[in-house]
């Protein structure tokens, strides 16, 4: 069964930095896009980054230079460091696995929440 | 900047049938975009739905189907039962993802 659990939100001030975490389950993070999706509270769905299976990464422009996407393959687990945090950057965020051929998101994870406040 | 449309909202009444819609900025949408669309009740996670235009998932009812529409990627829903009530969003791929704003779905 596959599986994604995010940890890692939190309360932080603007300016500051916070690492968020994807453990997986039920198949390999390194044999798969992965990529990282947020949404403000009572907005739409925002894409933030994705991981291809090749370790390239592509970022929103609105993240591009602050965010950084990563994997751990030992521990089957996605990263999200996100610097310069800004009041715009909080809401929750997922981790979604997409399937490579058809470039869809199939599974998502349960969302951890980022406050980003004074 | 790429925008993606749906509509805000729509209503539609039990056992009846509703097409959502899903428009891009730079023109036609065709099956190069893979549409995606995902249903995301209040305090949940979105749930996907339908993918590469018109394929199901293993968990997808069958009242949900996915077709191009007009020069739109559409999602139908044949047979609304009440817990389709919830918000729908369509993503498309331009070499990296962009989603929609969303259609509020109300079952009414």
């Known amino acids: 069964e596959v599986q994604l659990v995010e940890s890692g939100g939190g309360l932080v001030q603007p300016g500051g930095s916070l690492r968020l975490s994807c453990a997986a389950s039920g198949f390999t993070v390194s044999s798969n896009y992965m990529s990282w999706v947020r949404q403000a509270p009572g907005k739409g769905l925002e894409w933030v980054s994705v991981?291809?299976?090749?370790?390239?990464?592509y970022y929103a422009d609105s993240v591009k230079g602050r965010f950084t996407i990563s994997r751990d393959n030992s521990k089957n687990t996605l990263y999200l460091q996100m610097n310069s945090l800004r009041a715009e950057d909080t809401g929750v965020y997922y981790c979604?696995?997409?399937?490579?051929?058809?470039?869809?998101?199939?599974?998502w994870g349960q969302g951890t929440l980022v406050t980003v406040s004074s | 900047q790429t925008v993606v449309t749906q509509e805000p909202s729509l209503t539609v009444s039990p056992g009846g049938t509703v097409t959502l819609t899903c428009a891009s900025s730079t023109g036609a949408v065709t099956s190069g975009y893979y549409p995606n669309w995902f249903q995301q009740k209040p305090g949940q996670a979105p749930r996907a739905l339908i993918y590469s235009t018109s394929n199901k998932h293993s968990w997808t009812p069958a009242r949900f189907s996915g077709s191009l529409l007009g020069g739109k990627a559409a999602l139908t829903l044949s047979g609304v039962q009440p817990e389709d009530e919830a918000e729908y969003y369509c993503?498309?791929?331009?070499?990296?993802?962009?989603f929609g704003g969303g259609t509020k779905l109300t079952v009414l």
């Open positions: 993503l498309l791929y331009y070499g990296a993802w962009v």
């Open positions: 979604t696995r997409i399937i490579t051929r058809y470039k869809n998101i199939d599974y």
């Open positions: 991981i291809y299976s090749g370790d390239s990464t």
